[in-house]
């Protein structure tokens, strides 16, 4: 049996703020203006990690499904606030294709993974469904901002073409094909660089925590398994649904393109 897990106390956890002051030391040295971002995010760290370690601790003692479906559209709805956040087109929406296409696919895969693969009854059950959901909407958001934000910058940076395109008989499909396809492989690209260098380069979330647990090895080995591979299918099905949606609402009902 390995030994249980040695807790963290408060002052260790303030040393890590260490961490923090390193990488904002090296934004101030190079002049990136990070400084401001890595204080806010160390903040929201702290508050929405201790804020969910008691929302958690609520609902896994409620044990009921409402709970856990209602805390999983949360998670959903915060995705899409900061995807919004950080894709630089601001002319169009892309909040509401976005939140329906991550809770629709990934809600259905959560089920999957839960009640079919790992065999939990029920498959709502929090300590499954919330950490492994969470796993999956956590790396499509990156995944799906990535995509975005190459869409929108590779039909601003190829206006002319597109237009072009357009003006010859091309539908919008048609005339944006290369910016789709450019814009889901960037998306996706991340995961796939992630499969190449598990259990060599890196040690991924999942298996450390078990093992830091004192889970056997191999059991965590095979959730792991499990889950990089869910998260890339999730990366793949988040990046073509939103790009694709997306993509129909960069053109006017006269095929104009509205990319500013």
């Not at 892309?94 to 999957?112: C, E, G, R």
């Not at 944006?176 to 450019?182: G, H």
Request: net charge positive; with cysteine.
């Amino acid at each position: 049996m390995m030994s249980p897990i040695t807790d963290i106390g408060p002052l260790q956890l303030a040393l890590c703020l260490l961490f923090t002051i390193i990488a904002g030391a090296a934004s101030m040295a190079h002049g990136l203006g990070l400084g401001r971002d890595l204080f806010i995010g160390t903040v929201r760290t702290f508050a929405q990690l201790f804020l969910m370690g008691y929302v958690l601790k609520f609902v896994f003692r409620l044990d009921m499904a409402a709970p856990v479906i209602g805390l999983f559209l949360i998670m959903v709805g915060a995705a899409t606030h900061i995807i919004r956040g950080r894709v630089g087109q601001k002319d169009i929406s892309v909040v509401l294709p976005t939140f329906a296409a991550m809770f629709i696919s990934y809600f259905a895969m959560s089920v999957m993974v839960t009640g079919v693969i790992v065999g939990a009854d029920p498959w709502w059950k929090p300590q499954y469904f919330i950490p492994l959901a969470g796993m999956i909407v956590g790396n499509a958001m990156t995944a799906v901002a990535i995509s975005l934000e190459r869409l929108f910058s590779d039909l601003k940076a190829h206006r002319n073409e597109v237009e072009m395109r357009l003006a010859l008989g091309a539908t919008p499909a048609e005339a944006s094909r290369r910016f789709v396809a450019d814009a889901i492989r960037a998306g996706m690209i991340p995961s796939i660089n992630s499969l190449m260098g598990v259990g060599i380069v890196f040690l991924p979330g999942m298996m450390t925590g078990q093992i830091l647990a004192g889970a056997d090895p191999m059991v965590s080995i095979r959730y792991q398994i499990m889950v990089m591979l869910m998260l890339v299918a999730s990366v793949a099905l988040g990046s073509v649904i939103v790009v694709r949606l997306v993509r129909n609402r960069c053109f006017g009902k006269a095929q104009e393109l509205l990319v500013r």
